[in-house]
Structure formats: structure tokens, C-alpha cells
């Protein structure tokens, strides 16, 4: 009897260690949602065809040789995710990712053009949620907190499922679900081609 004491003292440890570091990550952060106009942005980015999962070291390569290469220090990281991976097979998921550039960019930008794409999001109206950026672990709690209420959300205003730009912003520590309502398709399948 001894024996399972100890290890229902170890198990419920373990468990309150798990939701005190998912609370620092964002587990108990409110999730509110609002229309406004977002953008526009410039982006620098390279297409990712396959699992979601994988983007990060693309993101952060990309950021790392703007910064290296091109002497660029974009603040704010994204990827624009096109499939609900509900829907569709992980190894044809798309998605552009990349970083956003605070002012349109300087000179460098031909030399940038070279080896990645360059593209105007455009302002538009939106429905946006932000939620607080810890770390990479963030990005895991968001996905299973907002995208539901983002998807219920839809629903409720009969709004057409569209791409969601995440945009990681470590320098105001947060996450910013960017779903635009009145962009039109073409403009995102631009980014793609």
C-alpha cells in the first residue's frame, strides 16, 4: 500500500509541474477575439509544402541569413498556413513563412529578392486574436486555444474559412492570429505561385 501512495504522490507532482509550465505558456490566457484592419505587411518568405510542424527551422534560416547576409533584423516572424490539417494529408499542408519587415524594407531588398520572395499583404479587414508569446511552446498552447474559437467564430458570423497568418512578435511577447475576411483568394494564391 505504501508503494502506490508514493507513486500517486509522484504521478500528481508530476501533473501539477505540467500545468503550472503549460499556465506559463499560455494554458489559462483569455482568448479574445476582434475585428479590425490589419496590415499591410511586407513579407519576406520561402513556400513550405508539408507538416506545420516543420516551419520553425525554416522561419528561423530565413530570419537568420536576412540577418547575417542582408545586415536585416526583421522584429516580427509569421507563417501563413492555407489548409486546416484536419482536412488535408500533412505532407500536402502549405504554407509561406518568413519575416515581416517594419518599413517596407531598404535597398537590400533586390539583393533579397534574389534568393526569397517578397510580397505586399495587403490592409483589410480582419479577425484577429492575440496571445501571449513565451516561446515555442506558446505557439502549441495558442494552436489547441484559438483556433477552435477562431473556427466557432466563422461559423457564428458566416465568415468563409480563410488562410490565418500567425505573426510572432518575441519583442512584445505575443501571437497575433491575423484571418482576413474581405481578401480575396487570388491575392493569397499570389503569395504561393
Same mark, same amino acid.
Given at each position: 500500500?505504501?508503494?502506490?501512495?508514493?507513486?500517486?504522490?509522484?504521478?500528481?507532482?508530476?501533473?501539477?509541474?505540467?500545468?503550472?509550465?503549460?499556465?506559463?505558456?499560455?494554458?489559462?490566457?483569455?482568448?479574445?477575439?476582434s475585428e479590425q484592419t490589419?496590415?499591410?505587411?511586407?513579407?519576406?518568405?520561402?513556400?513550405?509544402?508539408?507538416?506545420?510542424?516543420?516551419?520553425?527551422?525554416?522561419?528561423?534560416?530565413?530570419?537568420?541569413?536576412?540577418?547575417?547576409?542582408?545586415?536585416?533584423?526583421?522584429?516580427?516572424?509569421?507563417?501563413?498556413?492555407?489548409?486546416?490539417?484536419?482536412?488535408?494529408?500533412?505532407e500536402e499542408l502549405r504554407?509561406?513563412?518568413?519575416?515581416?519587415?517594419?518599413?517596407?524594407? !531598404?535597398?537590400?531588398?533586390? *539583393?533579397? /529578392?534574389?534568393?526569397? %520572395?517578397?510580397?505586399?499583404?495587403? $490592409?483589410?479587414?480582419?479577425?484577429?486574436?492575440?496571445?501571449?508569446?513565451?516561446?515555442?511552446?506558446?505557439?502549441?498552447?495558442?494552436?489547441?486555444?484559438?483556433?477552435?474559437?477562431?473556427?466557432?467564430?466563422?461559423?457564428?458570423?458566416?465568415?468563409?474559412?480563410?488562410?490565418?497568418?500567425?505573426?510572432? !512578435?518575441?519583442?512584445?511577447? *505575443?501571437? /497575433?492570429?491575423?484571418? %482576413?475576411?474581405?481578401?480575396?483568394? $487570388?491575392?493569397?494564391?499570389?503569395f504561393l505561385e
Open positions: 500500500m505504501k508503494i502506490v501512495g508514493i507513486i500517486a504522490i509522484i504521478a500528481s507532482i508530476v501533473i501539477i509541474a505540467g500545468i503550472i509550465v503549460l499556465a506559463r505558456y499560455g494554458l489559462f490566457a483569455s482568448v479574445k477575439i490589419a496590415g499591410p505587411y511586407t513579407l519576406v518568405y520561402t513556400k513550405h509544402i508539408g507538416d506545420y510542424k516543420n516551419v520553425a527551422p525554416v522561419m528561423d534560416s530565413l530570419y537568420s541569413d536576412l540577418k547575417d547576409n542582408y545586415g536585416m533584423e526583421p522584429p516580427k516572424g509569421f507563417g501563413l498556413y492555407y489548409d486546416n490539417p484536419r482536412d488535408v494529408d500533412k504554407s509561406i513563412v518568413g519575416c515581416i519587415l517594419d518599413d517596407g524594407g !531598404d535597398g537590400n531588398l533586390v *539583393k533579397v /529578392q534574389e534568393r526569397y %520572395s517578397i510580397g505586399e499583404y495587403p $490592409e483589410s479587414k480582419s479577425v484577429v486574436v492575440e496571445f501571449p508569446y513565451k516561446g515555442s511552446m506558446s505557439i502549441m498552447v495558442g494552436m489547441m486555444r484559438v483556433y477552435p474559437k477562431l473556427n466557432k467564430y466563422f461559423a457564428e458570423n458566416d465568415y468563409s474559412q480563410t488562410p490565418i497568418m500567425e505573426i510572432y !512578435d518575441q519583442q512584445n511577447a *505575443k501571437i /497575433q492570429y491575423v484571418a %482576413s475576411v474581405n481578401l480575396s483568394q $487570388e491575392i493569397f494564391q499570389s
